[in-house]
């Protein structure tokens, strides 16, 4: 475990860069993940991939997978990818401060 | 007389099934609703594509599968009316139900993606996850004369999500002894971000990728198939060619769960994950593949969850509180060709580990590293599948996952 401090929040994140705690996300906390990925600004549209995720987490227990995002939040695939380049699951979940979407092995 | 009803009668449902017709009190009936005659032993279906005629081992008659206590029937579900415990048939009248449970599986939908199912669906795009998938792909590869391979795993979840990598291993040994391996190139395309995505796993098995030169696309989300120019493309437009296209595509629940309003976007159940009740039914209990639960979609994970479900199916009528049972244990062999296997255990909360099985120090399988015994193990499975698993016979292995036998994290990095 590692503890980083983002614009003066203390935050504990596993090796990949997930906060362990998602109770210790906050949107200032999601703007400097963001840019530590290369995603700067945060528009708009990124918010509302953003809040639809906490909130679909909040409400299933889980991390919203890719397919489930494209269809819920009003953000198409095709979008999200311009938006979340490359791993748009993987990196809306590290920024709203939710688990890693994961396989078995 | 109350009725317990169970839809599908695949691994999970017969399972339960057969349980049931033991365990339940006097006054329960037992119903599965299947429409297909046939069982398929789907770990039978990898090896098909490499030259096996295994087709008549891996059937059953479904009425063979089922203990006699047990009514069959062959019909297709339209709809589940969970308010009225009703449910509606294509052919037959409808139904009651004093407890429901659902073992319907994951099916393979080439149409989700653009053009896959569209020109050159079984001729140079394949799957192996079909009977009749699998024998296609067998005819096409012993066709097959050199070019690019490309196997690829559209979305998850997947059913087995290690069968894409042993289809890889092993047809780096299929055309490594038909003297065609120079003239193939093996690429394996996944959304995840690694072949293997847990640490452990990653760390102990990434060289068996390159020792089999075999070349890894990660991150790719397969949008679109253009069958004509066989060509595969992502949503952030990378295109790989292909000479030949084994999809693994996106994996759904069954329609009509999704016309009842139980299903999510998938058609998967959210299911409670210790106790195995559906989320918004307490009526209701879901397992094996059918649910939306984080476990693997595997044989192995059904049979732990029929336990715990059964034993909560006596709870329900006895009136007690739920056992939370379920840990989300998986036991899966990778075949790793020439002969060899890996053993993976592993459930919810802990990774697979390195180490022996079942026995700690001894095995006889090895855990996380590849042998021949676990090969072994794979095969001789078929005739435990039958003749064990699906009639509900105990077997060797706990419903909770061990840490007997394991090597941790800690344990690896001193010896290291």
């Known amino acids: 475990m590692t503890t980083l401090i983002y614009e003066g929040h203390k935050v504990d ?17 999601a703007e400097a993940i963001a840019e530590e990925v290369g995603i700067t600004p945060l528009t708009e549209r990124h918010w509302k991939v953003i809040t639809f995720c906490r909130e679909d987490a ?48 | 007389m109350k009725n317990l009803i169970i839809l599908g009668a695949g691994t999970g449902g017969t399972m339960v099934a057969n349980r049931a017709a033991r365990e339940l009190p006097q006054g329960w009936a037992v119903t599965v609703i299947d429409p297909a005659e046939t069982h398929l032993y789907q770990p039978g279906l990898l090896f098909l594509p490499f030259g096996a005629r295994d087709e ?3 059937q059953r008659p479904r009425r063979a599968t089922l203990s006699p ?19 509606d048939l294509a052919n037959g009248s409808p139904l009651h139900y004093d407890l429901l449970v659902i073992a319907t599986g994951s099916h393979i939908h080439p149409e989700e993606t653009e053009g896959m199912a569209g020109p050159g669906w079984g001729e140079t795009i394949h799957d192996f996850y079909t009977l009749e998938g699998a024998l296609r792909l067998r005819s096409a590869l012993e066709k097959f004369r050199g070019g690019r391979v490309v196997i690829d795993v559209v979305e998850m979840p997947i ?89 693994i595509p996106t994996h759904r629940g069954a329609a009509f769960l999704g016309a009842s309003g139980l299903g999510n976007e998938l058609d998967f159940v959210p299911t409670e994950r210790h106790t195995l009740r559906a989320k918004k039914h307490e009526d209701l209990f879901v397992l094996g593949d059918a649910t939306d639960l984080p476990s693997s979609k595997a044989g192995s994970v059904a ?35 020439f002969g060899k296997a890996l053993l993976i255990d592993f459930n919810y909360d802990v990774e697979p580990l390195p180490g022996h099985f079942p026995i700690p120090g001894i095995g006889p399988l090895t855990l996380l590293g590849e042998s021949r015994f676990n090969h072994w193990g794979k095969l001789a499975f078929r005739p435990i599948y039958w003749n064990a698993l699906l009639p509900g016979r105990p077997l060797p292995v706990s419903t909770r996952m061990s840490m007997r036998g394991k090597r941790t994290l800690k344990t690896l990095q001193t010896a290291a």
């Open chain 1, 13 to 29: 994140v596993n090796p990949e860069g997930f906060l362990l705690d998602t109770a210790q996300w906050s949107p200032a906390v």
């Open chain 1, 58 to 105: 909040a409400r299933e227990g889980q991390s919203p997978g890719l397919r489930r995002i494209a269809k819920l939040s009003g953000v198409d695939m095709k979008e999200l990818y311009q938006l979340f380049p490359k791993g748009p699951g993987k990196l809306a979940a590290r920024i709203a401060g939710l688990p890693k979407p994961t396989s078995c092995v």
């Open chain 2, 56 to 58: 008549a081992k891996d």
């Open chain 2, 159 to 247: 059913k087995c999500p290690v069968a894409p990598m042993e289809f890889l291993f092993l047809a780096d040994e299929y055309f490594l002894r038909r003297g065609l391996r120079k003239d193939v190139e093996l690429v394996y395309a996944t959304p995840l971000d690694g072949a293997f995505t847990k640490p452990t796993c990653s760390r102990q098995l990434s060289y068996l990728l390159e020792r089999k030169e075999i070349r890894l696309e990660t991150l790719f989300n397969a949008a679109s198939v253009d069958g004509e120019a066989r060509v595969l493309r992502s949503w952030d437009d990378r295109e790989i060619p292909y000479d030949l296209l084994v999809s």
């Open chain 2, 303 to 337: 049979h732990f969850q029929s336990e715990v479900l059964v034993a909560n199916l006596l709870r329900t009528i006895r009136g007690e509180s739920l056992e939370e049972g379920f840990d989300g244990h998986a036991n899966c062999f990778i075949e790793s060709g």
């Open chain 2, 69 to 87: 206590r047990v009514s069959w029937l062959q019909d297709e579900v339209r709809l589940v009316d969970t308010a009225a415990r009703r449910i």
